[in-house]
């Protein structure tokens, strides 16, 4: 069967899903996403039954990053192997190729708090999860006492009290480097906790205007701020992720921050792996996965090759 390699860009609200893996009975996006492309190539039919293309093939996505529950994408990355048949069959009637045509109907077909970002053939080589090379996510959070507002509800977390960005930052300047993040994270099946930080640090949103284009003339009326001024954001930059891993890391920083750590603790949680109850995840709602960086096209083979072999410090 000739199979041809197609690459997925994504962004949800993982506020309504139990995080991107499938998972029996529960809405997961990758279930919702992987049940649309069902329907859209006649995978199984509407009593259940296998069709004659379901027997050969059923659509099944790789991710760059399994984001857990309530974990939220602006710019996922996935790729599907599709049969060249299945493909040039979604053409239907529409006077374009079968690429096109998968993603116009996958747009129409996927729930709202997904949104299909591009659908387009993979260069040779690419795989979305090993060939990646490094992720970003931002953590967000309204400190200080003042009141969120209602419409970040679900993608900010609401403290109580200041925080000390400065010591936040001394800690989270440990993580940076080859690193066993055995302290805050959990390892998958025969992997390690092993990863490489690449940037990790807090930063004070300042009050920006909206309107930009209003700057240095004579404004007439309100001009409104961005949604996010006046926020507290962690912003890391990594290989790879381990399971919980930004999440307690942001948890370990904020009791820094609140006085109720100290950096030295921090830098020895780094520095002695050991998962313990003083470094759990924080709220999922405040992480989203921004961001997912690729090598050129002549690099992704020898990435996916090299990323995949086992870890040592």
């Not at 279930?31 to 293309?53: F, P």
């Not at 507002?149 to 989270?172: C, F, I, K, T």
């Not at 961005?226 to 890391?249: C, K, P, Q, W, Y």
């Given at each position: 069967?000739?199979?041809?390699?197609?690459r997925m860009d994504l962004?949800?609200?993982?506020?309504?899903?139990?995080g991107?893996?499938?998972?029996p009975?529960?809405?997961?996006?990758?279930?919702?996403?992987?049940?649309?492309?069902?329907?859209?190539?006649?995978?199984?039919?509407s009593?259940?039954?296998?069709?004659?293309?379901?027997?050969?093939?059923e659509?099944?996505?790789v991710?760059?990053?399994?984001?857990?529950?309530?974990?939220h994408a602006?710019?996922?990355?996935?790729?599907?192997?599709?049969?060249?048949?299945v493909l040039?069959?979604?053409?239907?009637h529409?006077?374009?190729?079968?690429v096109l045509?998968?993603?116009?109907?996958?747009?129409?077909?996927?729930?709202?708090?997904i949104?299909l970002?591009?659908?387009?053939l993979?260069?040779?080589?690419?795989?979305a999860?090993?060939?990646?090379?490094?992720?970003?996510?931002?953590?967000?959070?309204s400190?200080?006492?003042?009141?969120?507002?209602?419409?970040?509800?679900?993608?900010?977390?609401?403290?109580?009290?200041?925080?000390?960005?400065?010591a936040?930052?001394?800690?989270?300047?440990?993580c940076?480097?080859?690193h066993d993040?055995?302290?805050f994270?959990r390892?998958?099946?025969g992997?390690?906790?092993?990863?490489?930080?690449?940037?990790?640090?807090?930063?004070?949103v300042?009050?920006?205007?909206l309107?930009e284009?209003a700057?240095?003339?004579?404004?007439v009326?309100?001009l409104?701020?961005?949604m996010e001024?006046g926020?507290?954001?962690f912003?890391?930059v990594?290989?790879?992720f381990?399971?919980?891993?930004?999440r307690?890391?942001?948890?370990?920083?904020?009791?820094?921050?609140q006085?109720?750590?100290s950096?030295q603790?921090f830098?020895?949680?780094?520095?002695?792996?050991?998962?313990?109850?003083?470094?759990?995840?924080?709220d999922a709602?405040?992480?989203?996965?921004?961001?997912?960086?690729?090598?050129?096209d002549?690099?992704?083979?020898?990435?996916a090759?090299?990323?995949?072999?086992?870890?040592?410090?």
């Amino acid at each position: 069967m000739s199979l041809v390699r197609l690459r997925m860009d994504l962004a949800y609200d993982g506020g309504g899903f139990h995080g991107w893996a499938r998972q029996p009975g529960l809405r997961t996006v990758q279930g919702c996403i992987e049940h649309a492309l069902s329907l859209i190539t006649g995978a199984r039919r509407s009593n259940g039954e296998v069709s004659y293309r379901q027997a050969d093939w059923e659509p099944r996505l790789v991710v760059a990053g399994r984001t857990d529950t309530g974990v939220h994408a602006s710019h996922q990355v996935a790729h599907l192997d599709v049969p060249v048949a299945v493909l040039e069959s979604c053409r239907g009637h529409m006077g374009v190729d079968g690429v096109l045509a998968l993603e116009r109907r996958l747009r129409h077909l996927l729930p709202a708090d997904i949104v299909l970002l591009g659908l387009g053939l993979a260069p040779t080589g690419f795989d979305a999860r090993f060939s990646a090379l490094e992720r970003t996510y931002l953590y967000r959070v309204s400190q200080g006492g003042q009141p969120g507002d209602p419409r970040m509800r679900g993608y900010v977390l609401d403290l109580e009290g200041s925080l000390d960005l400065q010591a936040m930052n001394e800690a989270a300047a440990k993580c940076i480097g080859l690193h066993d993040f055995g302290s805050f994270a959990r390892p998958n099946p025969g992997g390690t906790t092993i990863r490489k930080v690449l940037a990790a640090h807090w930063d004070l949103v300042p009050t920006v205007n909206l309107c930009e284009a209003a700057q240095g003339q004579d404004a007439v009326g309100y001009l409104p701020t961005f949604m996010e001024s006046g926020l507290t954001v962690f912003r890391i930059v990594a290989d790879a992720f381990a399971h919980n891993m930004v999440r307690s890391l942001v948890a370990a920083c904020i009791q820094v921050g609140q006085g109720r750590r100290s950096v030295q603790w921090f830098a020895d949680k780094v520095a002695h792996p050991l998962r313990e109850g003083s470094t759990g995840p924080i709220d999922a709602r405040g992480l989203t996965l921004e961001h997912v960086a690729y090598p050129p096209d002549d690099q992704l083979a020898e990435r996916a090759q090299a990323i995949r072999a086992r870890r040592t410090l």
